[in-house]
């Protein structure tokens, strides 16, 4: 499955990208590095059982075992102790991370209820932060099984220089935005 969108973007984006702006050489044209998928789980510190839940998901979603991300330091007014597991991250590269590409794209967005589009507002780097507020547009997850509804963070890692550049290839990768970039 993931080889047609990697297929893609070795025959048809790399040119396009090329043509658009203007590259010397192949190597120039920005690229997706990797996609990290987050949760925060402030609840967590309560909850035990709502990490393990959330692993579960996301290595569900994924297809990539998650982890637990641990805080930093204590802070006692949210009762929270160093090295707490406060969230769950996983870390896509390669075949996983253009198969993940492709359902997100093809499948998940699609199911959001009054979809219209994502914004277009990139980190200044060339790199795109998509927020979802409810993991169950993905298939994999069984609504019946779910005890809470959590949302996630989706950042695509880009080799991009520019945000026009990164813009310009998540755009060719098929990602929906909703209006053209100013």
């Given at each position: 499955?993931?080889a047609?969108?990697?297929?893609?973007?070795?025959?048809?984006?790399?040119p396009?990208?090329?043509?658009?702006?203007?590259?010397?050489?192949?190597?120039?044209?920005?690229?997706?590095?990797?996609?990290?998928?987050n949760?925060?789980?402030?609840?967590?510190?309560?909850?035990?059982?709502?990490?393990?839940?959330?692993?579960?998901?996301?290595?569900?979603?994924?297809?990539?075992?998650?982890?637990?991300?641990l805080?930093?330091?204590?802070?006692?007014?949210?009762?929270?102790?160093k090295?707490?597991?406060?969230?769950?991250?996983?870390?896509?590269?390669?075949?996983?991370?253009?198969?993940?590409?492709?359902?997100?794209?093809?499948?998940?967005?699609?199911?959001?209820?009054?979809?219209?589009?994502?914004?277009?507002?990139?980190?200044?780097?060339?790199?795109?932060?998509?927020?979802?507020?409810?993991q169950?547009?993905?298939?994999?997850?069984?609504?019946?099984?779910?005890?809470k509804?959590?949302?996630?963070?989706?950042t695509?890692?880009?080799?991009?220089?520019?945000?026009?550049?990164?813009?310009?290839l998540?755009?060719?990768?098929?990602?929906?935005?909703?209006?053209?970039?100013?």
């Amino acid at each position: 499955m993931s080889a047609t969108l990697q297929k893609d973007y070795k025959e048809r984006i790399v040119p396009a990208l090329e043509k658009e702006f203007n590259y010397s050489t192949v190597m120039q044209v920005p690229r997706l590095e990797k996609i990290v998928i987050n949760q925060g789980l402030g609840q967590a510190t309560q909850d035990k059982k709502l990490i393990e839940t959330s692993i579960n998901e996301i290595t569900a979603i994924t297809g990539q075992k998650a982890v637990a991300t641990l805080s930093k330091k204590d802070i006692s007014n949210f009762k929270l102790r160093k090295k707490m597991p406060v969230g769950v991250m996983v870390t896509l590269r390669r075949d996983r991370m253009y198969e993940f590409l492709e359902r997100l794209i093809r499948v998940a967005l699609p199911r959001i209820r009054d979809f219209k589009g994502i914004e277009g507002k990139l980190d200044g780097r060339g790199n795109y932060t998509l927020g979802i507020t409810e993991q169950i547009i993905f298939p994999e997850i069984n609504i019946d099984n779910i005890n809470k509804l959590n949302g996630m963070n989706i950042t695509f890692v880009t080799s991009a220089k520019t945000d026009e550049e990164g813009y310009a290839l998540l755009k060719h990768f098929g990602l929906p935005f909703k209006n053209a970039k100013k």
